[in-house]
Nanobody, 121 residues
Framework: QVQLVESGGGSVQAGGSLRLSCVAS????????MAWFRQAPGTEREFVAY??????GYADSVKGRFTVSRDNAKNTVSMQMNSLKPSDTAVYYC????????????????WGQGTQVTVSS
């Protein structure tokens, strides 16, 4: 069983930055693909970014602005979000799955509680 706890959300103006972090409990953290999803009101939860042991990837909407990093020694994955836009406003979720990256949210077994990010214009 893995528990995920996110932190770092908040409110910023457009063009600002935030850093989200997700701490995982349990063992074998390095074997998990860690991903970030987000959900705005009235929309489906969508993929944002992932980091695995050997690779990372991003949705086109955040490429070049968001960066995922992980510290396996601390069971932590972080996402630096720069040049934030009002369209980035959403609840951001950390998710984990054992094995390689999968885009679909149903492929992830563990989810954090979510952290709100609000970007004002």
């Amino acid at each position: 069983q893995v528990q995920l706890v996110e932190s770092g959300g908040g409110s910023v103006q457009a063009g600002g930055s935030l850093r989200l972090s997700c701490v995982a409990s349990g063992r074998d953290f390095s074997s998990y693909t860690m991903a970030w999803f987000r959900q705005a009101p009235g929309t489906e939860r969508e993929f944002v970014a992932y980091g695995s042991g050997t690779s990372s990837g991003y949705a086109d909407s955040v490429k070049g602005r968001f960066t995922v990093s992980r510290d396996n020694a601390k069971n932590t994955v972080s996402m630096q979000m720069n040049s934030l836009k009002p369209s980035d406003t959403a609840v951001y979720y950390c998710a984990a799955r054992m094995g390689p990256f999968r885009l679909a949210r149903y492929a992830y077994d563990y989810w954090g509680q979510g952290t709100q990010v609000t970007v004002s214009s």
